[in-house]
């Protein structure tokens, strides 16, 4: 909440506050009992603890000095946030200290909310409260994805001291990343981007491993990068 006020008096944005919680089913021991009416007692707590949500994000967005406004329900959480992402610019999520353990009923999946936002989404790891934006990385890939993601990265690109666009490679496509960087620094220069450089790695054992490594050793604040993901359906028949 605290990263969320802070950028909106950074951008003068308005602020949504968007929670949800679906009353979970009675479970027996052979089968879950699916009851057309939840609770009375069980809806009571999950309205306070909304309201109680709701308060503690009023306390902290009011000192942003722009509008703000918050939305809950009884509902599912990502499929409310899916919803009501039609309002905003930015879909901020805060990360989970246990992610696998994330309750479907109270909590969100940013992995479902991704496909079906149609927003840029920022995820902010468990226990940071700030975000100064001045070294960023965008994690390259000649893809719609990652051209999407600088598009909307803009308003804090322009705001960084160092943007580092990198490509990581693997043997024998190290030729070719230069001419995609380049094209890439060249428009983010168009577009007030200052301090932007093009870089190209080695894949060292995992992308992803290689990326963290780049990130860790550059001090590097902010990961720009495109996304996807099929349906949790689509991945069980399919694959991921």
């Given at each position: 909440m605290s990263l969320a ?80 992402v039609r309002a905003a610019d930015l879909v ?149």
């Amino acid at each position: 909440m605290s990263l969320a006020a802070e950028l909106a008096e950074r951008y003068r944005a308005a602020l949504i506050g968007v929670s949800a919680w679906a009353p979970a089913p009675p479970i027996s021991v052979d089968t879950a009992a699916l009851e057309s009416v939840p609770d009375v007692a069980d809806l009571r707590v999950i309205e306070d603890f909304l309201k109680a949500r709701g308060d503690k994000f009023r306390a902290i967005a009011d000192k942003a000095g722009g509008p703000v406004e918050w939305r809950s329900a009884l509902e599912l959480a990502t499929e409310f946030v899916v919803q009501e992402v039609r309002a905003a610019d930015l879909v901020i999520i805060g990360g989970s200290r246990h992610p696998v353990l994330r309750d479907p009923y109270g909590s969100v999946d940013p992995g479902a909310i991704l496909p079906r936002a149609g927003r840029p989404m920022l995820l902010v790891p468990s226990g940071i409260t700030s975000l100064a934006g001045r070294r960023i990385a965008v994690a390259w890939k000649d893809t719609r994805e990652a051209r999407r993601a600088i598009v909307n990265a803009l308003p804090f690109l322009q705001k960084a001291e160092s943007v580092a666009v990198v490509e990581f490679c693997e043997s024998g496509e190290e030729a070719t990343a230069p001419g995609h960087l380049k094209d890439v620094v060249q428009f983010l220069q168009r577009h007030d981007v200052n301090g932007a450089y093009e870089l190209v790695r080695p894949v060292d054992v995992t992308l992803t491993k290689s990326l963290f490594r780049f990130v860790q050793d550059d001090a590097i604040d902010l990961i720009v990068a495109g996304g996807y993901g099929h349906s949790r359906l689509g991945e069980w028949m399919f694959g991921g």
